[in-house]
């Protein structure tokens, strides 16, 4: 028994090994290895060391392909619309709204980063958001603190507001559709939580940010008709929204995955550019993050090879201690639990860790989305919490002359992340009678 023991703690030694020395490729990306391939090379290391199989490749991408796709389809969708001039037009428009206000200006720029999120995905608002509001900022004479204000509050609104809908974070659909939560019953049960963690983003930003952020901005920015590259794409932006998310709901209703729907969704958007000729089709197939479908295959074995070797035993163990404190303490201690994974090993494959060790502490109900926001919100405690804040911060360094040290970035996600996390995780628990 005592070599027995011995072999499974050395095993998950080695899983754990294997899962920081994958990070750490992901992260410092030598010889510029793309991310998705560091996370396979650390997929292939578990397989050579036998702790995983063939089964537990086709298991993973049998979770993971609905996400993964729809998150594709979703970003390549947003960056159509880029092409089109979309963005740069609302940008506009809510520099104008702010009627030259800079507190209106600095809720604008979150309400409209919370639109994009909640439609194209968190990591929609990082890739093309960012750089227009950036662009936006200097041609307003922003700069220094004040810049970093605005900055910093897309970045935060990116994840804070990704709650929705299953397609606003690919942590969603990975922590919902594995326990057989459609997209229409999910949206009902998490509006609240939404709408809760909006209000609280607001707030806490503010609270943060409120002297840095000018009384007055210059608002004498015109939009100009000529970066409207093709008029017909740029008129069917709303239509195409409300489509898409009645086909959501539809689909839902009938256990139709939303990758059928948010694919072919996609391709119509690329045919229709490609037959316009007035923007590139090419870009945003070419500009889509396609290295996300490797690391999350990559990423999921190694967390897969850790939750095989005890590390699921060891968090269902937290979470059933967790389960018995009153007053609605299980839901924010197990929220905070999934928030803490997410922050030191990424969301994407805290996501999987978090509904293997679910199931595994027989847990049912409305704790289960505890695991979504916390892997929505939690990932604002450090830079690696998620893809979403890494594109971000690659946006910032390629469209900026500025870089935002991890101190700055720390100390702004954990003073405002945790008291929005812990807030909307309370009022999951208060709406879970009703819903």
């Not at 899983?15 to 650390?42: C, D, E, Q, T």
């Not at 093309?128 to 970045?155: E, F």
């Not at 996300?292 to 070797?309: R, T, W």
């Not at 405690?381 to 900026?400: C, D, H, N, Q």
Request: charged letters at 10%; glycine letters at 8%; a neutral charge.
């Amino acid at each position: 028994m005592y070599g027995t023991l011995h072999i499974q703690t050395i095993e998950f030694a080695a899983s754990v090994s294997i899962f920081i020395f994958s990070l750490v490729l992901v992260i410092k990306k030598p010889r510029g290895i793309g991310i998705g391939y560091s996370a396979l090379i650390g997929a292939l290391v578990t397989f050579l060391t036998g702790l995983t199989s063939l089964q537990d490749f086709i298991t993973v991408i049998s979770i993971v392909w609905n996400a993964t796709l729809t998150f594709i389809s979703i970003v390549i969708i947003s960056l159509v619309f880029d092409e089109a001039g979309v963005f740069q037009y609302l940008s506009v428009r809510l520099l104008k709204l702010s009627g030259g206000s800079g507190l209106k200006l600095f809720v604008y720029i979150i309400l409209g980063g919370t639109f994009i999120s909640a439609v194209f995905a968190n990591d929609g608002t990082a890739l093309v958001m960012t750089p227009i509001i950036i662009s936006l900022l200097y041609r307003a004479g922003l700069k220094g603190k004040t810049l970093l204000a605005y900055i910093m509050a897309v970045g935060f609104i990116a994840d804070s507001a990704s709650i929705p809908l299953l397609v606003s974070n690919l942590v969603n659909i990975i922590a919902a559709t594995y326990f057989g939560i459609s997209f229409f019953p999910y949206m009902y049960t998490m509006f609240i939580p939404d709408i809760v963690s909006i209000c609280a983003s607001l707030f806490f930003l503010y609270l943060f940010f409120r002297k840095d952020i000018p009384r007055r901005v210059n608002n004498e920015i015109e939009f100009d008709q000529s970066e409207i590259k093709d008029p017909f794409i740029f008129r069917i932006f709303f239509p195409v929204i409300i489509i898409l998310i009645i086909c959501y709901s539809v689909g839902g209703y009938f256990s139709i995955p939303v990758a059928v729907v948010s694919m072919p969704a996609a391709a119509i958007l690329i045919l229709v550019a490609r037959h316009g000729r007035k923007i590139s089709y090419v870009n945003p197939l070419k500009e889509a993050p396609w290295q996300i479908i490797f690391f999350s295959i990559g990423m999921y074995i190694v967390v897969f090879a850790m939750a095989n070797e005890g590390l699921t035993s060891i968090i269902s163990s937290i979470i059933i201690y967790f389960s018995g404190f009153p007053g609605g303490l299980n839901y924010i201690f197990t929220g905070y639990l999934f928030a803490f994974t997410a922050s030191v090993m990424n969301n994407l494959p805290s996501v999987l860790l978090g509904d293997l060790a679910l199931q595994h502490a027989h847990m049912t109900g409305n704790i289960l989305l505890t695991n979504a926001i916390g892997n929505d919100i939690g990932p604002k405690f450090t830079p690696i919490g998620s893809l979403a804040t890494l594109v971000w911060l690659y946006m910032i360094e390629r469209k900026g002359d500025f870089k935002i040290s991890t101190y700055d970035y720390m100390k702004t996600g954990i003073l405002v992340g945790l008291p929005v996390l812990t807030v909307t995780l309370l009022s999951l628990y208060l709406i879970t009678p009703f819903v």
